[in-house]
Nanobody
């Protein structure tokens, strides 16, 4: 079993940066691919970014490409999401997720483990 703890959310102004982290425990972190999803109030949970077990392969939603960077440090069992040039439409609860496969995926049903979520609020 895998436990994921999301950290780093907060309230920022448009154009600011924020870095989220997700600390994993319970299994060898490098065994599985990871992703970030977000859910705005009243909306479905959407894919944000994903990274393979090695970190060599990444994937991004079009809405965040060029602004967000996903990375991982397998030695620290930690996943990151660097968010730059934040916009009000980035406001959501952000969730990290892990899946029992080594390659990336875009759909929430393909992930097996979830963090508790961390709120990001961007004001204009």
């Amino acid at each position: 079993q895998v436990q994921l703890v999301d950290r780093g959310g907060g309230s920022v102004q448009a154009g600011d940066s924020l870095r989220l982290s997700c600390v994993a425990s319970g299994r060898t972190f490098s065994d599985y691919a990871m992703g970030w999803f977000r859910q705005a109030l009243g909306k479905e949970r959407d894919f944000v970014a994903a990274i393979s077990w090695s970190g060599h392969s990444t994937d991004y939603a079009n809405s965040v490409k060029g602004r967000f960077t996903i990375s991982r440090d397998n030695a620290k069992n930690t996943l990151y999401l660097q968010m730059n040039s934040l916009k009000p439409e980035d406001t959501a609860v952000y969730y990290c997720a892990g899946r029992d496969r080594s390659w990336t995926a875009r759909f929430s049903h393909e992930y097996d483990y979830w963090g508790q979520g961390t709120q990001v609020t961007v004001s204009s």
